[in-house]
């Protein structure tokens, strides 16, 4: 099982929207809605952010949005904030229980 | 609080052997399904094994199939990662996370819940 594709950096002045894309294939995230998104910090834990493609658990921040077409997701922070730099990872099901995560994001706030 | 705290990781040669341990309290464990998710130094996330709520259930990503085996206490609201003939490709942080609702089964809607993690170094 092949990791997702990421953008390996995104960066963006604060205030301004920023996508980054997650492309798999039809065996994972074309297949099932199981997307999520988590962020994390240098030295941290990853957190969840987006889970079920576009849903957001409680707590986090309504400016990050996902959403899912084809084979590719795509986690949207919009209103940059300098606390939004950190890694970001996608990941989908890929059937049979297992999962698979993207390569990850780095986004940078100017 | 919600929580979940690792431990056991060290340096260990390859070859050799190590287990891991996830602590879990605030929650009904046993009603949830529970992941241990890896990171090598300066690489990103890789999903290695879930275990169903009720342990009926547990697979494996295919680098470590044979090698570590997955398992839970719901008595002790303890989650284990029994690795077994380590190579230097396994070292990595090692965090143990929490399917976001409970009583799953098939696909996780994500991991809501992580410890902080526990380093586990193999080399010669």
């Known amino acids: 099982q092949s990791a997702l594709a990421q953008p390996a950096s995104v960066s963006g002045s604060p205030g301004q929207s920023i996508t980054m894309s997650c492309t798999g294939t039809s065996s994972d995230i074309g297949s099932y809605d199981l997307v999520s998104w988590y962020q994390q910090h240098p030295g941290k834990a990853p957190k969840l952010m987006i889970y079920?493609?576009?849903k957001r658990p409680s707590g986090v921040s309504d400016r990050f949005s996902g959403s899912k077409s084809g084979n590719t997701a795509s986690l949207t922070i919009s209103g940059l904030q300098a606390e939004d730099e950190a890694d970001y990872y996608c990941?989908?099901?890929?059937?049979?229980?297992?999962?698979?995560f993207g390569t990850g994001t780095k986004v940078t706030v100017l | 609080q919600v929580q979940l705290v690792e431990s056991g990781g060290g340096v260990v040669q390859p070859g050799r052997s190590l287990r891991l341990s996830c602590v879990a309290s605030g929650f009904s464990f046993n009603n949830y399904g529970m992941h241990w998710v890896r990171q090598a130094p300066g690489k990103g996330l890789e999903w290695v094994a879930v275990?169903?709520?009720?342990?009926?259930?547990?697979y494996y990503v295919d680098s470590v199939k044979g090698r570590f085996t997955i398992s839970r206490d719901n008595s002790k609201n303890t989650l284990y990662l029994q690795m077994n003939s380590l190579r230097v490709e396994d070292t990595a942080m090692y965090y143990c996370?929490?399917?976001?609702?409970?009583?799953?089964?098939?696909?996780?809607?994500?991991?809501?819940?992580w410890g902080q993690g526990t380093t586990v170094t193999v080399s010669s």
């Open positions: 990941c989908s099901y890929a059937g049979s229980s297992t999962y698979v």
């Open positions: 275990i169903f709520y009720d342990g009926s259930k547990k």
């Open positions: 079920e493609a576009s």
């Open positions: 996370a929490r399917d976001l609702s409970p009583l799953i089964v098939g696909g996780t809607d994500g991991m809501g819940v």
